[in-house]
């Protein structure tokens, strides 16, 4: 008779995380979390590259052993490895957050002009001296925003950048550490 040989798997218990990421950022978060002991589920991530969501994301499904010696620790590290990320992207949007407000609020100053020389240009009779005062500042307002927005981005990225560069290296070492803690 033949020998019947069973091939049955030892039985592992894992955890799973699903993490919503930039499409551009899929390798970054796919090598950090590596080394928290997360790794890829294999059987969901060809479906989630396929399909990104109207804003550009993708749902990344990781998994790990719930056995590993460190694993305590390792969450430690990953939730202090997440907070750093929330506050980086913080900063990224902070770059763009003023200019914005300020190029909106320049544009709105000028229609208020422009809204001001149209009344007194339609007025009975027209005060021409008045609508050429208030249509200067209008087409100003209208105008300045974009050189405005640019300007104050650009000095936002000279404050900013220092800063989230020491993020990015606060953001290596945790993950060294955590690779650390997997391979003793």
Same mark, same amino acid.
């Given at each position: 008779?033949?020998?019947?040989?069973?091939?049955? =798997?030892? &039985?592992?218990? &894992?955890?799973?995380?699903?993490?919503?990421?930039?499409?551009?950022?899929?390798?970054? &978060?796919?090598? !950090?979390?590596?080394?928290?002991?997360?790794?890829?589920?294999?059987?969901?991530?060809?479906?989630?590259?396929q399909?990104?969501?109207?804003?550009?994301?993708?749902? +990344? =499904? /990781?998994?790990? #052993?719930?056995?590993?010696?460190?694993?305590?620790? +390792?969450?430690?590290?990953?939730?202090?490895? #997440?907070?750093?990320?929330?506050?980086?992207?913080? /900063? #990224?949007?902070?770059?763009?957050?003023?200019?914005?407000?300020?190029?909106?609020?320049?544009?709105?100053?000028?229609t208020?002009?422009?809204?001001? !020389?149209?009344?007194?240009?339609?007025?009975?009779?027209?005060?021409?001296?008045?609508?050429i005062?208030?249509?200067?500042?209008?087409?100003?307002?209208?105008?300045?925003?974009?050189?405005?927005?640019?300007?104050?981005?650009?000095?936002?990225? #000279?404050?900013?950048?220092? +800063?989230?560069?020491?993020?990015?290296?606060? /953001? &290596?070492?945790?993950?060294?550490?955590?690779?650390?803690?997997?391979?003793?």
């Amino acid at each position: 008779m033949s020998e019947q040989v069973n091939h049955i =798997k030892e &039985y592992r218990g &894992y955890e799973y995380k699903d993490i919503l990421v930039d499409k551009d950022k899929v390798g970054f &978060y796919l090598d !950090s979390y590596e080394n928290f002991g997360w790794t890829v589920d294999e059987r969901f991530m060809s479906r989630a590259l396929q399909t990104a969501n109207a804003k550009g994301k993708i749902q +990344l =499904k /990781l998994r790990r #052993e719930r056995g590993l010696i460190n694993r305590v620790e +390792l969450t430690r590290l990953q939730r202090h490895f #997440e907070d750093s990320i929330a506050q980086m992207e913080r /900063l #990224e949007r902070s770059k763009t957050a003023t200019a914005t407000m300020a190029a909106l609020t320049t544009g709105l100053i000028g229609t208020a002009f422009m809204a001001g !020389s149209v009344f007194a240009v339609i007025h009975e009779p027209p005060l021409i001296l008045l609508c050429i005062m208030f249509a200067i500042p209008g087409f100003l307002g209208w105008i300045l925003p974009n050189f405005l927005y640019k300007n104050l981005v650009f000095k936002r990225n #000279e404050e900013i950048n220092p +800063l989230i560069q020491q993020k990015r290296d606060e /953001l &290596y070492e945790i993950c060294g550490k955590g690779h650390k803690l997997l391979t003793n």
